[in-house]
Each structure stands twice: as structure tokens, then as C-alpha cells.
């Protein structure tokens, strides 16, 4: 409870002191980047601290983390002076906007740290890795911080979340089997002021904005896909009947095609959902097959799945900073940071300030999760073309706008964070073909249908809106029906062309491959073809799904209508840095840029995939639809607050109020049904607690005690037990301690570095040191590692035979308790 308060005032204070800097950076949104504040200050505070001891100009310790803090009082310290009786003014004339941030922030980070004090553990899936980073980031002496599972290594990923993790953890003196926990809270309640934020920003001008926000970390966090719904209409039963035989049958749950609910539920049939495991399978509902049909596993994971498995993996560590990004795009396109910028001789219609930190949060992306580039990149050059073409038309000259924005923006983005680029390598090989694998049309909507229902809603309202003569003036906005059929329908065939000619180009290139692979389905490459393609039209339900997004979006997104009005509005202000005006035009434009966006990542994928270790599409579609969601949580929120609004008539009005509130409770089935069975009905084993070392000293009291030792122990490579990805008994150590072991888990090690190379001999090396008798071949192998601490525990004794008798007689013991002992190499 110490530490969670100290997490909560610490990252408030970060929020208060750097609203100064926030006010200034975001003269264009309504709320002056308050719900940002805070996310904001911790991407400057991490970022100078890094650089700093990444230039060795600061040490990794609390004197290096308070000199990075330093950098950001002193930038919000000079914005302060700047503005003070703005801010003055702002904070009394926005007392609800502030009230309602603050109590969102608590009460999301007490929810989701009570969530995960009743279920904290970090050994299972991918909280082992993050674990290690964590500890090894707090351990490591210098920057870059070293790979706690590779020694004499760097690490070789995006590791950013995990340095502001232990930036954290070190100044409030908090373990890293306890840090990890508290980011994960912290991380949720960010993201849900920052999504409260935009909305509020995007309904500005409208009544109750600052209620109706809510709906944002609503729709982002707490709504989930229709996979519990599945749930419980198998387990009642529901098409399911029984046959001559007694066997249960049904068509329906044949046809749906999700794995293990396709099976017969359990008698007696009731509410309750009795499967193990069942949880997992909502981030799995979408099914691959090759030609074979043989079944290949889809990765469409969801944030609230996210929270509930409790990992702190990039994509959930790069969700404020997201929405930082996409605050950043809505900035500029309501007007902000207008002015003039030159660079070799080009002008770049944006001042220094906004130019510099949007290269600050974008880097910060590319460090915290390189995907989540895509989308923040997009929407900030997007912004900034649209804004130009508002104030003067679509021409070429738009695309010279978007080179000399894009080019510049990425070069510097690339070079404030290049010690990061220096030492990273990545498993990404170029670009694929998914021929074999579209989308159903049943699956997605499965995954996506409770945003879809408040997207199409919204969509079909201003289609209506926009065909009605004498209405609002929002229903100025005519689509442009024909540039949007042309962009939809033209963007879809160039996918599916530049497919089948890399897919060709494959062919040629390495033919024989080719071959083995298509001998392998039973076919030839014309069959192939006729087979591939006849599975496409099959499920061409997916593909006409997402254009009834698309296509709309780019009508309105190019209505010449709006481009006009928020001409005039631009032409009001061009240079100044106050805040721009703001219109119901130009923040639901804004809202079609957002489903445009993430229509396109739904689709694209259905086309084409990044190459990688899987061989398969699986990492593609979690990436993108990850960042689709985000994106049409946003939209989706809108649509709900916006026909809350203006849905008057009281028959449909009602009908709407009714079928939303069934769509939204279709999506808190999940969370609502998840929760009790993760966390055991909130009755854990242990009790209550947000540090998972507890765990440990229950269940491996002597293994427990050990990793204190060399928690308190002087610096050195560690020698364990080397096995398999996954298995929590291995790379254990080094986990916990942050010391760095000779290898971890191999099969990450190899994804993280595009290759097995840096691991060497690196494994039978170290099964050589524990089983061998002879002392010269272990003393060699100590030396070649630069070993200092042998560790021999339960598990090096069950997966290896060890010969203990050379160490007892050549080296000293330094730790002994139970079943675990401790040598010291000189």
C-alpha cells in the first residue's frame, strides 16, 4: 500500500509540474494538454535521463535520475514564467475538466493495482522477460543497460517502458517484482486519462463533454470483444442440440469455427463457464488455415485481455505514449504550432517547439514499441497535409508538404534517440504475401463487433444527416462519395496486386523453396492460385465489412465542404501560438481520420505481413489490430457520445439508448467474467500483494533467500541452469536479481537479435561447467564468461547432472541454504 502510494503522488507530481510545459506544447486543444501532463513528463524525464547516461554524462543511479528530472522542472519552470496568468485562469475555468482527470487517474490506478495485488505472479507467458529487463535495467552500472539474459550484451529491443519502469522503481526504492506490477496499474490509468483526454478534446463544443468522455476509457479498456458472449451462450446451450445418439451437435458453432467453443459444452448446462483457460481463447478467436487446412493460431489480443494476463509487453507499455502521439496529430490539425520552419531551403509550416517534440514522441514510440510508429507517424503527417490542403487546396504541392514534413520529422526523430538505434537489431525481414490467409467475415465481427456497432451507427447517422436538406450545420459535410470509392476500392486492388507480385517475385527468386513449399500443400502454382483465390471470394464478407468503414471515412475525410470552412478558420491564425479555433467540422474529421487509419490496418494484413521468426502472419495481425483498436475505441466512443446527443427523435432515440447499452454489456462480459475466474474469486493464494517475491518466499523459502544474497551481492555474471522459452525455472536468477546470467531463454534471445549467432556455444558451455569433473575444462569456461557467482538450486540439479566436487575444492561458498549453494569464482 506504501508503495502504491508513492507511485500515485510521484507520477500526480510529474503530472502538476509539468503542466506548464503541456499548456504551452498543446495551444490548440481545449483542454491545454492536461490529461496529458502527465504522460508527457514521463516521456521528457525518461528521455533526458537516458541520454544523459547513455552519453555518460549521468550514472544509472538516483543522482542520474533526479539530473533528468532536473531538465524537465526546468523546461515547465520556464513555460511557467511564460504564462502564468493563463495557467492561473485555466485551472479556475476548468475546474470539472481538472476534478474528473484526477479522480479517473486514481481510480484507475487503484483498480488495476487491487486487480493485480489479488493476482500478481510473474511467471507465466512474457512477465519472466520483462521481469529480467526490469531488474537488469536497476543493475546495470551504465547505458546502455545490459542484457540480463546474454552476458557481455546490450539488449537488443525496445526497451524504453522499462527504463521509465525502473526510473521509477530505483527512486522509490521499490523491488522489481514489485515495479512491474505498479507499472502495469500506472500504465492503465494513464491511458485512460489520456483517452478521456482526447475525446474531451473532440467533443470540446458540445454539452456534457467532460461526462460523455468517459466513454473513451470505456470503449479503449473495459469493452472487449464478443468472445465471453460466446462463452455463455455455449455453456447454456444455446444451437446446441442433441442428436439420435445423444451427442451434442450444432451447426451453427461448426460453421462459427472458434476453436474449443466448435466443441460440446459441459452437462449440466448453466451459466457458469467451466473450461480452463477459457479467457484465453478471446484473444484467439480468429482462426488461420493453410491449403491443408490445417489450423494456424491468430494473435488478436485486446487491452483489457492485456491488463487481465498482467503482461507489461511493449504494445501495453506504448498505450499513453500512443495517445500522447495522437493528441500531438489532433494539435495540428485543430491549428496548433502555427508558423514557418526552414530547413535546406524548405519550409515547413509548423514552429520549431511542436516540430521538436513531435520528433521527442515519436522516437519515443519507435523506442517504446517500434510498431506503434505506424500509427503515430501516420496521423501527425496526415494532420499536417490536411491542414495545408484545407488552407490551399489539394494540389502536388501536398505532396511535397508530406515529404518535407515526413523526411525531416523522421531523420530527427531517428537521431534523438540513435544510442538506442546503435545497439538494436530486429527479427523484422521484409515484407510478405498472406495469399492463404483473409479474414472471414464471421471472425471479424467477432473481434470487432462491439466497435463496429457505435462505428456504423455513427456512420449511417451522418450519411442520413448529410442527404437531409436544411439540417444542422454539420450536416454541411457532403461526402465526396466518388474520391472515396476511387481511394477504397483502389487502395484494395493495389494491395492484393503488390501481393501477388512479391508472391511471384518470391517465386523466381527462390524457386526451388517455392516448390518444396507448394509440393508440400499438394499443389502447383496455378492451382495455387485458383485455390487461393477461390477462398478469398469466400470470404469476401471480411473485406466488404471493413470498406463499409473505409469508403464513408474518406468521403467525409475529403469533403470539400469541411476543407473550406476549416480553410477560413486556419487563415484566422496563422502564426500565433495561442489557441486556435475550434469547430464541430474539423474534430469529426478527425474522427473519420481515425477510422480511415484503423480500417486500413484491419485490412492490410489480409494482404500482406511483416517477415519474421513465426512465418506467418500470427505477429502482424496482433500488432496492427492492437493499434486498430486503440483507434476505434476513439471513434467508437465518439459515435456513442455525438448520437447521445443528437438523437432526438424519441422512438429511434430509445431504440439507439437500448441497443448501445446491449453492446456495451455484451463487452463487459468479458472483463466482468474473466476477473473472478483469474483471480480465483479475489481470493488469492497468499493474500493480497502487489510484489510476486512474496511468492517465491512461499513456495522456495532457500531459493528466496538466495536471491536477496545476490540482490545485496557485488556486481558479476551469474552461471544457471540453461532451458526452454516459457519455463519460469529457468533464467531465474537473473530475473530476479539483475545480474546477468551466460544465456536466458534462447529461442527470445534469437528473436530479439534476428539470429541464434551472439549465443554461440553458449548453452553446452554452461551444461559442460555444471557436469563436468574436470576442473581445467569448468575454469576455462569461467574465464571465457567472465563468471563470477555459480549458482546450484532445484532446478540445475533436476536438468543436469551436476559434479559439485570441483567446485567444493577449488572454490569458496558464499551463500548455503536448504538445497541452494552459492560458489564465488576469484
Known amino acids: 500500500m ?417 544510442p538506442f538505434y546503435l545497439g538494436f537489431s530486429s527479427q523484422a525481414g521484409g515484407i510478405l504475401p498472406s495469399m492463404m490467409y483473409p479474414t472471414r467475415g464471421a471472425h471479424l465481427w467477432l473481434m470487432w463487433g462491439t466497435l463496429l456497432i457505435p462505428i456504423y451507427c455513427f456512420l449511417a447517422y451522418k450519411i442520413r444527416e448529410s442527404a437531409s436538406a436544411g439540417g444542422l450545420l454539420e450536416a454541411e459535410l457532403k461526402p465526396n462519395w466518388k474520391l472515396a470509392l476511387w481511394l477504397g476500392l483502389g487502395f484494395t486492388l493495389i494491395l492484393f496486386i503488390f501481393m501477388w507480385l512479391i508472391g511471384l517475385l518470391g517465386y523466381y527468386v527462390q524457386k526451388d523453396f517455392v516448390m518444396g513449399w507448394l509440393a508440400s500443400q499438394n499443389m502447383d502454382i496455378a492451382t495455387f492460385f485458383r485455390a487461393t483465390s477461390l477462398r478469398r471470394l469466400s470470404y469476401i464478407g471480411g473485406l466488404i465489412t471493413m470498406l463499409a468503414v473505409l469508403i464513408p471515412a474518406l468521403a467525409f475525410l475529403f469533403s470539400k465542404e469541411f476543407n473550406n470552412q476549416l480553410s477560413t478558420a486556419n487563415h484566422q491564425s496563422p502564426t500565433t501560438n495561442h489557441q486556435s479555433p475550434t469547430t464541430n467540422h474539423q474534430t469529426i474529421t478527425f474522427v473519420f481520420l481515425l477510422l480511415a487509419v484503423g480500417a486500413v490496418l484491419i485490412i492490410a494484413p489480409d494482404f500482406v505481413y511483416l517477415k519474421d521468426q513465426f512465418g506467418y502472419r500470427i505477429n502482424t495481425i496482433f500488432k496492427f489490430y492492437y493499434q486498430a483498436w486503440l483507434l476505434w475505441s476513439l471513434a467508437a466512443a465518439f459515435g456513442v457520445a455525438y448520437l447521445l446527443q443528437n438523437l432526438n427523435n424519441a422512438v429511434w432515440g430509445w431504440v439507439y439508448r437500448i441497443g448501445i447499452a446491449l453492446v456495451i454489456f455484451a463487452g463487459l462480459l468479458y472483463p466482468a467474467l474473466s476477473l473472478p475466474t483469474k483471480t480465483n474469486s479475489f481470493k488469492p493464494y497468499g493474500g493480497f500483494t502487489l510484489d510476486d517475491f512474496d511468492r517465491i518466499k512461499r513456495e522456495n523459502p532457500d531459493e528466496a533467500a538466495a536471491i536477496e544474497f545476490l540482490r545485496a551481492a557485488p556486481d558479476g555474471v551469474v552461471a544457471e541452469a540453461i532451458g526452454g522459452s516459457y519455463d519460469p525455472s529457468y533464467a531465474r536468477i537473473a530475473t530476479y536479481t539483475g545480474l546477468p546470467n551466460v544465456l536466458g531463454w534462447p529461442g527470445h534471445e534469437s528473436q530479439w537479435r534476428g539470429g541464434a549467432e551472439p549465443q554461440g556455444s553458449r548453452q553446452a558451455d554452461i551444461a559442460a561447467l555444471y557436469t563436468t569433473s574436470d576442473w581445467d575444462t569448468a575454469s576455462a569456461i569461467l574465464a571465457k564468461y567472465h563468471i563470477r557467482y555459480i549458482y546450484i538450486g532445484d532446478t540445475e540439479r533436476r536438468s543436469l547432472q551436476v559434479n559439485e566436487r570441483k567446485f567444493v575444492t577449488r572454490l569458496k561458498i558464499i551463500f548455503q541454504q536448504g538445497n541452494v549453494t552459492i560458489y564465488e569464482a576469484p
Open 2 to 418: 506504501t508503495s502504491f502510494i508513492f507511485w500515485y503522488l510521484l507520477v500526480s507530481a510529474v503530472g502538476w509540474l509539468t503542466f506548464p510545459l503541456a499548456f504551452r506544447l498543446f495551444p490548440a486543444l481545449k483542454d491545454r494538454g492536461y490529461t496529458f501532463a502527465r504522460t508527457a513528463g514521463l516521456l521528457i524525464w525518461g528521455y533526458a535521463f537516458w541520454l544523459l547516461a547513455s552519453l555518460g554524462v549521468a550514472q544509472n543511479d538516483t543522482g542520474g535520475i533526479l539530473l533528468g528530472c532536473a531538465v524537465l522542472l526546468g523546461l515547465s519552470f520556464w513555460s511557467f514564467n511564460q504564462q502564468r496568468g493563463e495557467l492561473l485562469d485555466f485551472i479556475k475555468s476548468n475546474l470539472r475538466l481538472v476534478l474528473t482527470t484526477e479522480i479517473l487517474f486514481l481510480v484507475a490506478f487503484a483498480f488495476l493495482a487491487f486487480i493485480r495485488s489479488a493476482n500478481s505472479e510473474l511467471f507465466s507467458t512474457e512477465k519472466p522477460m520483462e521481469l529480467a529487463f526490469i531488474s537488469g535495467i536497476m543493475r546495470s552500472p551504465t547505458f546502455p543497460p545490459r542484457d540480463p539474459w546474454l552476458s557481455g550484451y546490450a539488449i537488443s529491443y525496445y526497451y524504453f517502458g522499462y527504463v521509465i519502469t525502473a526510473m521509477l522503481a530505483k527512486l522509490t526504492n521499490v523491488p522489481s517484482s514489485m515495479a512491474h506490477n505498479l507499472m502495469t496499474a500506472l500504465i492503465f490509468s494513464l491511458t485512460a486519462i489520456g483517452a478521456y483526454g482526447i475525446l474531451y478534446n473532440l467533443l470540446a463544443d458540445r454539452k456534457s463533454s467532460s461526462v460523455n468522455a468517459l466513454f473513451a476509457p470505456l470503449f479503449l479498456l473495459l469493452v472487449s470483444n464478443f468472445g465471453a458472449l460466446l462463452e455463455v451462450l455455449s455453456r447454456y446451450g444455446f444451437f446446441w442440440k442433441k442428436d439420435a445418439t445423444g451427442q451434442f451437435t450444432s451447426a451453427f458453432w461448426t460453421w462459427l469455427d472458434v476453436k474449443e467453443l466448435n466443441l460440446p459444452p459441459a452437462e449440466p448446462l448453466g451459466w457458469g463457464i467451466q473450461r480452463y483457460l477459457w479467457w484465453w481463447r478471446s484473444s484467439r478467436i480468429m482462426q488461420d488455415y493453410d491449403m491443408l487446412h490445417n489450423p494456424q493460431e491468430v494473435i488478436d489480443e485486446f487491452p483489457f485481455f492485456s491488463f487481465l494476463l498482467g503482461d507489461l509487453h511493449p504494445h501495453v507499455l506504448a498505450l499513453p505514449f500512443t495517445l500522447l502521439a495522437i493528441s500531438v496529430a489532433l494539435n495540428i490539425f485543430l491549428g496548433g504550432w502555427k508558423g514557418e520552419l526552414r530547413i535546406l531551403g524548405f519550409s515547413i509550416y509548423m514552429q520549431l517547439e511542436g516540430f521538436v517534440f513531435s520528433a521527442l514522441a515519436l522516437g519515443g514510440l519507435a523506442f517504446l514499441n517500434t510498431w506503434d510508429i505506424l500509427i503515430g507517424a501516420t496521423l501527425i503527417v496526415a494532420a499536417y497535409v490536411f491542414t495545408q490542403a484545407q488552407a490551399h487546396g489539394w494540389n502536388w504541392k501536398r505532396l511535397e508538404d508530406l515529404l518535407t514534413l515526413a523526411l525531416p520529422l523522421g531523420l530527427a526523430s531517428i537521431f534523438m534517440y540513435l
